[in-house]
């Protein structure tokens, strides 16, 4: 029987195809606004796989602008209701519904502020856009199981859109609007042989650097949400600060690499670890001590990074019932949590 997570993962290409025709014209009105804006600064608003959407687009901006982003924390509105200078920003929030109480008054608190505020949502009608000067339908769907997956993936791609009409950045452009054939290949890529190191595993670290961080984040809550298997995500280099203390033989890692600059720190991390008898697989062709996982070049590395967490989802959803689990639903969870 095919759950609904896998059949929502089979849906990302069609989904992400659906975002760049249908919301187009938001995107590159929101472009157009944040390229009269002029800010200084960009502040994000999420929770959740949204918070890592977030964070990858962090990467982006300040990678293909120059432009700083900082993630504010809701609980500044909801629980502090500390007032916000942001006359010279711009504010970005991400949500799947658009209803929780303390992300609404975090956008409300932006937009008192100053901030030109855009919302990136799969729930157009909601309180969120109410709030929010521009409101962008990312187009993902129903999505019923409650580990996100293709909201993730489009929350990012109506990012980088949203970047390449702002920057007016051919390249990125059209790399974004070639994803759905991309995604498609992503698909098919096997990654079931983690399944076989991981289903009997207590604990693992994903690895990432730059863009592909925020996919090790991502990436590590899935596995706690769908497989309950204790997940942590870190820079390749800060990993080494500490917790590679926990590192032990045949310790299961996963380092997600791009195509980009940080490739090559990435795979000599891996390398390294895989070295002390750890059981690390990564995705680059670097890798010598360290296991292979297949992967697609997409001709740019933003979306480079982004096609990683497709083969991992398939994974991680056939990892979950190797655990004699259901990942459409995780225990302790709903598909909506609002939080004050």
Not at 61 to 75: N, T, Y
Not at 227 to 249: D, I, M, N, R
Not at 266 to 277: D, R, S
Request: aromatic fraction near 4%; include cysteine; charge should be negative.
């Amino acid at each position: 029987m095919t759950t609904t997570m896998r059949r929502e993962i089979n849906e990302i290409p069609q989904a992400v195809s659906r975002l760049l025709s249908d919301s187009r014209a938001s995107l590159e009105q929101a472009g157009a606004a944040l390229r009269k804006r002029d800010p200084a600064v960009l502040v994000t608003i999420a929770r959740g796989s949204s918070d890592h959407a977030a964070h990858f687009l962090k990467y982006a901006v300040e990678l293909e602008l120059g432009i700083v982003v900082a993630s504010l924390g809701p609980s500044l509105a909801s629980i502090y209701q500390a007032p916000l200078k942001l006359d010279r920003a711009a504010a970005l929030t991400i949500s799947q519904s658009g209803a929780s109480p303390d992300l609404v008054a975090l956008a409300k608190s932006a937009v008192a502020g100053g901030a030109t505020t855009i919302s990136l949502l799969n729930t157009i009608s909601s309180p969120l856009a109410s709030a929010s000067d521009i409101a962008i339908d990312i187009q993902a769907g129903p999505e019923i199981a409650v580990a996100a997956t293709k909201s993730f993936v489009n929350s990012i791609v109506a990012g980088l859109s949203l970047i390449s009409a702002w920057s007016d950045n051919a390249r990125l452009s059209a790399a974004v609007n070639a994803l759905p054939a991309h995604l498609e290949k992503a698909l098919a890529l096997d990654w079931s042989g983690l399944v076989e190191v991981l289903k009997d595993a207590d604990s693992l670290y994903m690895l990432g650097r730059g863009p592909t961080l925020a996919i090790a984040c991502e990436a590590a809550l899935k596995c706690k949400e769908t497989s309950e298997l204790h997940a942590e995500a870190y820079s390749s280099a800060e990993v080494l600060h500490g917790p590679v203390s926990l590192v032990s033989a045949n310790f299961p890692i996963i380092a997600f690499a791009a195509r980009d600059k940080a490739e090559a720190s990435i795979a000599a991390t891996a390398n390294g670890l895989a070295a002390k008898n750890a059981s690390v697989f990564l995705t680059s062709s670097l890798a010598k001590e360290a296991n292979q996982l297949p992967f697609i070049e997409t001709g740019h590395p933003l979306t480079d990074a982004l096609a990683l967490i497709v083969p991992y989802y398939g994974m991680v959803e056939s990892l979950s019932r190797a655990r004699g689990l259901d990942p459409d639903k995780p225990a302790a969870l709903k598909k909506v949590t609002e939080t004050r």
